[in-house]
């Protein structure tokens, strides 16, 4: 077989290039760090900005939502060159991933102008506030409650894990609306304004060090959220849950294949697990493409999460322990500098390993992932 783009897919991807070389903030502009997935310092909201008023931001999408109707093949080059140039298009991944691409599918057109278009514009940043303690994995065993009162809904409840949300100016939060209905059927989503009244974020750091504040817990006491907040139909929120977590996963693994790639330069070694890296950088291409070129099952997602998260571990792991102390040093610089992304490669292969945990977990865990595979691609007993 042979693998080969469409003309017009390359010329798409070479104006792509081009664009970038021509607008990308330099080193001098991109110095202050972006402190958590909702923070945007001003040169990464010119950055998206630049990109969304040029069609450059989503491309898929029409343009006024800052896309050029672009075609499935053109979308992959688009995540390819800023996923190989390891540039993100948005400091705010869950805003613009996921929560303006929820009120674009499930919103109505005052909404899409309220919220979807500053969030991808850069205007407004948003946190997504699914999980629960208690409510991970099982999303719908959510508890945070939102009882409709007149024009306005009463929150109270609590939500964790909710990343940047003491940056965010607007909350995404799956409620339970209906407490009598089987769980999947009594959700609803409402966008809560992050400073409202009985609202309280707290930030708390990660595994990686102390200063990686991105994780919140967010607490609801009698929050007042309109009626008009409401994204989708009363009670039907778990089909925006599904539609949300949809558009990040489909494709996922191209940032799982490119990181394989960095490890292939930055952790060269004459030892199994290098060619082992080598293969799983190219079976996660090809089984990547196959599924976009028309995968059969939905199920082959998780295939493609589970291999790309856990080669991606999986080699970091080798570099760090064929480093053995010296990896534990910190800081010490394992990649040449980008400026578009400060801590990966400032950071000690220690913390290069630990960064990996992520991919492991957030949008599904690696266990889930191996239920659904085991049940909807291998046919086996629940
Ligand atoms: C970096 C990061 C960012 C995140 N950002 C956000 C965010 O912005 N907003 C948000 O809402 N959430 C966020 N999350 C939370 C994430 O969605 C949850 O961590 C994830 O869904 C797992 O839920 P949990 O942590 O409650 O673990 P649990 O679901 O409690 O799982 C604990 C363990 O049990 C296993 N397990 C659970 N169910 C099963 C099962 N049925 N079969 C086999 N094993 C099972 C899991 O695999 C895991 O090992 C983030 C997580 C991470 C790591």
New binding site residues.
Partial sequence: MRLGTDPEVEKFRAEFAAFIDEHQPTAQEARERSRSSAHLPGWARRWQRTLFDAGWLLPGNSPEYGGRNATLEQVLAHQEELAQRRIYHSFNP?GVGIIAASILTFGTDEQKKKWAVPILRGDMTA?????EPG????LAGLRTRATLDGDHFVVNGQ?V???GAHDADVLLAFVRTDPDAPKHKGISVLLVDAVAEGVVRRPFP?MTGTDDMD?NEVFFTDVLVPRENLIGELNKGWAVAHGSLGHERTMLWINYAERLDDLIRDAPSDQEWYATLQMDAQALRLLGYEQLSGGQNPADISVLKLFGSEAVQRAHWHALEERGTDGLIHPQRTAPDNHMNHDEFAASWFERYART??GT??G?????HR?VIAERILGLPR
Wanted: proline share 4%.
């Fill in positions: 869950q946190a997504l506030g699914m999980s409510a991970g994995s099982d939500k894990w909710t990343s990660s994780f945990f992520p977990i957030a599904g865990t690696s266990e889930v239920n």
